[in-house]
């Protein structure tokens, strides 16, 4: 029974077990009363009969199954060729989506780039027909320039002359003296311009009107010397008993702090370290022919310098010393006689009110309350 081969049962024996098996008493609730042998052996006569009669099924369906999973395995040959085959042209499709997106984006870029140029165009063409008239002024700048960079040396050797020594004089004074200083460069074959102006070679237009706004008067001396005052590498000390010089510093040092000291204070010399410190500005009032020693130092700028700080020695003290720090001297007296050891370590600078220079300043008073259409154009 073992080795029994039942897919080869056939439908004779089947048939010739059909009496036993619908007998009454062949059944196995029956024959497990009489023995278990017969019952188990029934059993198996009862599978063997069942498994015929569904085999009889099932191999059909082999059949086609083997028959289905041959053609499937045909099909899927020929579906792996053509998988194949669209994974080809899957590719040549991405590569020429992606060659198409970077055309798109080239030919968006080129355009982008034709609308700024022709942008660009536009604005050229209007900032060159806005300028055409300037091409006369051009030129004539181009040839007063030339002429200026010709006369450069003598105008520079006599503005520094002008600076280092005549701030202190009166303004027909410093004509003068600067004519005969023009026609020493002349003698001497020193380019110059012929007649000296400070204003012309050192002044700055900007800088001029942004005084004349912070107090300034607009006459020709007061901006010479604002101009010795911008340049000059020792402190200045304002001959101002007026007080323009006084109100205009004043103005001018206003944003950035500036402190007011008089000689006769307690305490100047702590204000003094602390702006020296802080890199503000001190305006040192009514000084009189003489200085305090205690600021010695700061007038002969002896600064010691050390990698990157800077210090200075005042009094019994050193302090750090701030770049930014200016120092400002005004004297009320009309005619101070300074001995040459003050006069070497500061700049005098004579705020004093000439009838000239009144009368440039009461000019332009008439011609901004007269014809103030030419202030606005001078302006």
Not at 71 to 80: D, F, G, N, R
Not at 250 to 278: H, N
Not at 337 to 358: A, C, D, R
Request: glycine share 4%; aromatic share 8%.
């Amino acid at each position: 029974m073992i080795d029994f081969e039942k897919d080869d049962l056939t439908q004779q024996q089947i048939d010739k077990i059909q009496p036993f098996i619908t007998l009454s008493n062949f059944t196995i609730e029956h024959l497990s009363n009489v023995s278990k042998v017969a019952m188990n052996l029934a059993k198996w006569v009862f599978a063997m009969d069942k498994y015929f009669n569904v085999n009889k099924i099932v191999i059909p369906k082999k059949e086609q199954l083997k028959v289905a999973e041959a053609e499937y395995a045909e099909v899927s040959k020929v579906l792996a060729v053509k998988q194949a085959a669209l994974k080809v042209e899957q590719d040549k499709v991405a590569k020429l989506r992606a060659e198409l997106k970077e055309t798109q984006d080239k030919v968006q870029s080129l355009t982008e780039q034709v609308e700024d140029c022709k942008a660009r165009l536009i604005k050229a063409e209007s900032l060159i027909n806005g300028l055409g008239g300037e091409k006369t002024r051009w030129k004539a700048e181009s040839e007063r320039l030339s002429v200026v960079y010709e006369n450069l040396t003598g105008d520079v050797l006599i503005s520094s002359g002008m600076i280092s020594y005549l701030g202190a004089f009166t303004s027909l004074y410093r004509a003068d003296l600067a004519a005969e200083w023009v026609k020493n460069c002349e003698e001497k074959e020193i380019p110059n311009s012929g007649k000296f102006s400070l204003e012309r070679v050192l002044g700055n237009p900007v800088d001029i009107r942004n005084w004349s706004l912070q107090g300034l008067p607009n006459d020709s001396f007061s901006v010479e010397n604002a101009i010795i005052n911008q340049y000059t590498r020792r402190w200045p000390l304002f001959i101002d008993p007026q007080g323009q010089a006084n109100r205009w510093i004043k103005s001018k040092e206003k944003d950035v702090g500036i402190k007011v000291l008089k000689f006769t204070d307690a305490a100047y010399l702590k204000f003094l370290e602390a702006g020296i410190r802080m890199g503000t500005s001190v305006l040192m009032e009514n000084v009189s022919e003489e200085t305090d020693p205690a600021i010695e130092p700061l007038l002969q700028k002896q600064i010691i310098v050390k990698g990157k700080s800077m210090t200075i020695k005042i009094g019994d003290s050193v302090i750090d010393y701030d770049k930014n720090f200016k120092f400002y001297m005004c004297t009320k007296l009309r005619n101070p006689h300074y001995l040459p050891e003050v006069s070497t370590k500061v700049t005098l600078i004579n705020f004093m009110i000439t009838f000239e220079g009144l009368s440039d300043q009461l000019l332009g008073l008439v011609v901004e309350k007269e014809q103030p259409e030419l202030q606005t154009k001078k302006e």
